[in-house]
């Protein structure tokens, strides 16, 4: 028979020194196949079988083990035992997962590190007791309790793949646990919000905290090259303030290995609503625990090697009320399944500067703690609710009652945070399944006791409410901040800054939620204020009663110039007098006796000063009668003129 390319390059191997047996298209394996005739068989090697007519079952061919060379003898064996012992050791340390039945993590490392090697090293043994190959004599009993070994791994894998299966949403009564795991209550707005405190409302968001805190950092030289703030920046109270806090960080390794003895000197502190940032020294008590220690004191080391069986969630920087730092370490629990359901049921506090760790119950969390529970594990949680509190089926086939929290920008997580009763509480909108420009409500989760509120409010989402908001300043290119829940005159209202390219606050804007049209901007919070109620009651939203009158000025002119404009689908007619440069706005349909008038005419209204025209509130008919923008006269209109008189002989005596 000619010799092929192939039997030359086998041939040529082999005389190397290389074994070919194993490599079919030889003469070596031709004749092994030859050999084994009907009814015979031959082993190659590693007991591998050749079969002869009708041929042997496919098995898994595991000879090349036959090539791996332990060591030599039995202190060898210990050697490479202490080696990998410590390699692990180390490697644990670096990365230190947690050793938790809970965590994925731990799964993968026993399925692919332990169970897969010593399922291949048990089928292997079977393999070679049942064929008998090389040095291990055939042996059928050795070879059933391989067989019987190899369930072993097999079982702790499926074990972990059940936990698993039953962690889904989709095995009969898990949607009712998952719907339950945040409980929330349906309240009244008006009611449990407070009218707004300006002076407990962040008027900036993260990222201009970041700003200002990477400002003031600037002023400090000592500092600047050695240190740089960390970007945690966690908003919490502070007396009683709202503010973002984050610890410096070393500014590099080497910064790190001259500054390490004497640790992190300062955290930065930016008052979210005055924007006044600052860097507080921390003098005898600096920050030896942080992010920015690469060993033994790194928090996330330090903490889950001193609570190595505990999965924890977001770690967060804050501040006792004496400005002492602590690192809050919320500990997840899992209440479906292996893996479903997580929550939060206790809390490790390490201090900043001793590492000291104390473990609580999630009840048990000191007043001053403002993040036990992640903002995005509390909205996960509401979607849980929102998603199968009417069944796992009915999620994604009916979607009957099916809400959502509202995304936010770029794809995000959309929320905020809102300073209530000394408390940090999670705000974000709420929408149906189909995920429309509209809110059916909103809520807010508590992040220190997990209390969900949700209130009932139509509206326009926070992605369109900031998108009118920059309308009012489009010439400007101003971008509108993640808006605000406050309440203003008992409406819920967004409030959002607006910044400039630069990322510097410039104005303050307000938008009706309900009537996403009504937006009002200025230069401060409190003008921002007076023009949004303004406009809310010219355009009817408020009534008197709702209203402070004291502000209502009361004009007479004749109309020199009268011009109707649509504005957000709602008609306006604008009017000049003779007798100044002003424009008045009076909102129809409200105002339609407007309509009585023509240029050249004489008329008498109330009126609110705002920042481009004038809102009129009522108008005196010829026969006396006062009418305000909601149709109502006589009572409202005498309280009104009441009013303006007040003003008139305060003006005078001034």
């Known amino acids: 028979m000619a010799k092929t390319g192939l039997d030359a390059l086998l041939e040529a191997l082999k005389s190397s020194g290389m074994n070919t047996d194993n490599l079919g298209g030889n003469e070596n394996a031709s004749s092994a196949g030859a050999g084994s005739g009907a009814g015979a068989s031959g082993t190659t090697k590693g007991g591998a079988s050749g079969s002869g007519a009708g041929g042997a079952a496919p098995h898994i061919d595991l000879s090349f083990l036959d090539d791996v060379h332990g060591p030599k003898g039995k202190g060898g064996w210990i050697a490479l035992i202490i080696v990998a012992i410590l390699v692990l050791a180390a490697l644990y340390w670096w990365f230190h997962p947690p050793i938790s039945i809970n965590y994925t993590g731990f799964w993968f490392f026993i399925g ?38 190899c369930l072993i791994p097999i079982a702790i894998v499926a074990v972990g793949l059940v936990g ?12 009712e646990k998952y719907s339950n795991v945040l409980k929330t209550d349906t309240l009244d707005f008006a009611e449990d919000i407070k009218e707004a405190n300006y002076s407990e ?18 002023t400090i030289p000592e500092y600047v090259s050695q240190f740089e703030v960390s970007d945690l920046y966690s908003q919490i109270n502070y007396h009683g303030e709202p503010v973002r806090v984050s610890p410096l960080g070393y500014a590099d390794l080497f910064k790190w290995f001259t500054n390490r003895e004497a640790g992190i000197p300062a955290y930065s502190l930016v008052n979210m609503t005055t924007q006044d940032a600052e860097i507080v020294r921390l003098g005898d008590s600096p920050i030896k625990y942080s992010q920015s220690e690469p060993l033994a004191r790194n928090i996330d080391r330090h903490v889950q090697l001193k609570y190595p069986t505990y999965v924890f969630d977001e770690l967060s920087f804050e501040i006792d009320e004496e400005g002492h730092a602590w690192w809050i370490c919320p500990v997840r629990t899992f209440t479906i399944g292996l893996f479903g359901g997580y929550t939060i049921d206790r809390v490790v506090l390490c201090d900043a500067t001793t590492g000291e760790c104390t473990e609580l119950a999630v009840g048990d969390v000191p007043q001053w703690v403002d993040r036990v529970y992640p903002a995005e594990l509390l909205i996960e949680q509401y979607n849980w609710y929102g998603s199968y509190h009417n069944g796992w089926l009915n999620s994604f086939l009916g979607q009957e009652g099916v809400v959502k929290t509202t995304p936010g920008l ?32 909103f809520v807010l989760v508590n992040q220190r006791t997990q209390e969900s509120h949700f209130y009932s409010v139509a509206g326009a989402t926070e992605a369109s409410a900031m998108g009118s908001a920059e309308g009012q300043v489009q010439n400007l290119r101003y971008t509108a901040t993640f808006p605000l829940l406050i309440n203003v005159a008992n409406q819920p209202t967004y409030f959002m800054a607006l910044k400039d390219g630069a990322g510097l606050v410039k104005k303050f804007a307000m938008v009706d939620i309900q009537r996403y049209q009504n937006v009002a901007v200025g230069d ?25 009158l004291s502000t209502i000025e009361e004009k007479t002119g004749v109309i020199t110039k009268m011009a109707q404009a649509v504005i957000d689908g709602n008609s306006h007619y604008y009017v000049a007098l003779d007798n100044d440069g002003a424009l008045y706005d009076f909102a129809l349909p409200g105002l339609l006796d407007i309509l009585r008038y023509s240029e050249g005419d004489t008329i008498t209204f109330g009126f609110l000063t705002a920042e481009t025209s004038n809102q009129v509130y009522s108008i005196t008919l010829p026969d006396g009668t006062v009418v305000t923008n909601s149709g109502e006269d006589n009572q409202e209109g005498e309280a009104v003129d009441e009013a303006a008189a007040e003003g008139a002989a305060t003006e005078e005596s001034a």
């Open 410 to 441: 770029d794809g995000m997580v959309g929320y905020n945070y809102i300073a209530k009763d000394d408390d940090v509480w999670v705000y974000t909108g709420v929408t149906s399944a189909t995920a429309d420009d509209s809110i059916i409500g």
């Open 524 to 548: 401060t919070v409190a003008e921002t204020q007076t023009s949004y109620e303004q406009l809310l009651a010219t355009t009817g939203v408020l009534s008197a009663e709702d209203l402070d």
């Open 201 to 218: 409302i962040p008027v900036i968001d993260r990222n201009s905290a970041i700003l200002l805190g990477n400002r003031e950092m600037g």
């Open 164 to 175: 698993a299966l039953f962690s889904n949403a989709i095995i009969p009564g898990n949607a």
């Open 112 to 149: 692919i590190v332990i169970c897969l090697p010593l399922f291949m090293f048990f089928t292997y043994r079977r393999q070679q007791y049942t064929q008998g190959a090389g040095k291990y004599e055939k042996s059928p009993s050795k070879a059933k309790k391989f067989k019987w070994l």
